[in-house]
């Protein structure tokens, strides 16, 4: 014989004038998904004016926990309410059950309590976390170094043509940019330069100020945190999408080396283009101290290029131009590393590019800190 289709589950309510709010229930209460709600019974208490809630189940069918667990939402709403709770009018097996859950409240403490770390377990985490990024940092260098040593021989999964193309936008599309930021760098040494030299009547030493910031310090230092947000992001941002979409896996699978075919066509690129980029950025900074020295200052312009050339040591624009192309081997790495890092969902992939973008400025802002240190020990 065919089972009879199960009714549809209803649920209403009316009110008595003695204050008792009855719910009336009826049909099947089988399918989860099509059940009606206790809304209305909510709004009903909260107007007030109801002394106690029963039931009314003449018309009720087959039921499962589905019921019950509408009519447990019901007592939780009577006891924020401070109404009584009736099941005197539930079927049988129904209303034991209720009172079976309701038999042994639950302990105060049975819950178990999130404890917050302490100060040295905070301190542990921290430097583990330290440990193990440091670890992979120089496991990530030590995966670089042995990629180039191959390509070196030609046995590197390389290709020159993603090299170039690397190589353009980290370098002649990153001009515009590089090119503001210098020359305003430029034009506030001067500014801050001849404001406190002119009170000794050395305005003229504005040249030699501005230029040797710019080639020792300046240029390299802006070029390098402009190229961390853009090009060490963009690193990132392109090897974490596809590790989401599991291309990195797709190379894997084909016996392709991801570090070799992707990582170190992005390094060399940027390491060979730094060199360029701040030689570019020094010239473009002592453009906007030459600016600000002739237009403001009334100085010659043949004595502001003639001191400036005088300053200018060979050693300390090497100096410039080899802790550029540091900062373009901390840039690669990091922005590789963090996209190579990266989860397998879509804000991952921000996050390990402001990872990338964090960790770069910093690991510059450090590294440029030693070298002032090792330089000034060296009276470079």
């Not at 009577?78 to 409240?105: H, M, N, W």
């Not at 105060?108 to 583990?128: H, I, M, T, Y």
Request: aromatic content about 8%.
């Amino acid at each position: 014989m065919n089972k009879p289709a199960p009714a549809s589950a209803r649920l209403a309510i009316r009110r008595k004038e003695t204050g008792v709010l009855v719910v009336e229930i009826a049909g099947d209460w089988l399918d989860r998904t099509r059940l009606p709600d206790v809304s209305a019974v909510e709004q009903e208490l909260s107007g007030g004016g109801v002394k106690a809630v029963e039931f009314a189940a003449k018309q009720l069918g087959r039921w499962d926990s589905a019921l019950m667990v509408r009519i447990l939402a019901i007592n939780d709403l009577c006891a924020k309410a401070k109404v009584e709770f009736r099941t005197q009018t539930l079927p049988d097996g129904l209303a034991k059950l209720i009172a079976l859950s309701q038999a042994v409240p639950e302990k105060e403490d049975a819950a178990r309590k999130e404890l917050s770390p302490s100060f040295l377990e905070r301190v542990g985490e921290s430097g583990l976390a330290v440990w193990t990024g440091g670890a992979a940092m120089l496991s990530f260098l030590g995966e670089s170094v042995l990629s180039v040593l191959k390509l070196m021989r030609g046995k590197a999964q390389f290709r020159w043509q993603d090299m170039f193309e690397v190589m353009q936008a980290c370098g002649p599309q990153a001009l515009g940019i590089v090119a503001l930021i210098n020359f305003l760098i430029g034009l506030i040494l001067a500014f801050v330069g001849a404001g406190e030299l002119a009170r000794f009547g050395a305005a003229i030493y504005t040249a030699d100020l501005v230029g040797v910031a710019m080639v020792r310090e300046m240029g390299c230092i802006m070029t390098g945190i402009i190229l961390c947000g853009r090009t060490g992001a963009a690193f990132a941002a392109q090897l974490g999408t596809m590790k989401v979409n599991q291309e990195i896996e797709a190379f894997q699978t084909f016996g392709i080396s991801p570090f070799e075919f992707l990582v170190l066509p992005r390094m060399l690129a940027l390491i060979l283009m730094m060199p360029l980029l701040c030689i570019f950025a020094d010239l473009i900074g002592i453009a906007g101290g030459f600016l600000v020295s002739t237009l403001m200052l009334d100085i010659a312009p043949t004595i502001y290029l003639q001191r400036t050339i005088e300053s200018i040591k060979l050693g300390g624009f090497l100096l410039g131009i080899f802790k550029g192309s540091f900062f373009g081997v901390i840039i690669a790495l990091t922005g590789c590393l963090r996209g190579m890092q990266c989860g397998t969902n879509a804000a991952a992939v921000g996050l390990a590019t402001t990872s990338a973008v964090v960790t770069g400025i910093t690991w510059i802002i450090a590294s440029d800190g030693v070298f002032a240190v090792i330089c000034s020990a060296l009276h470079i």
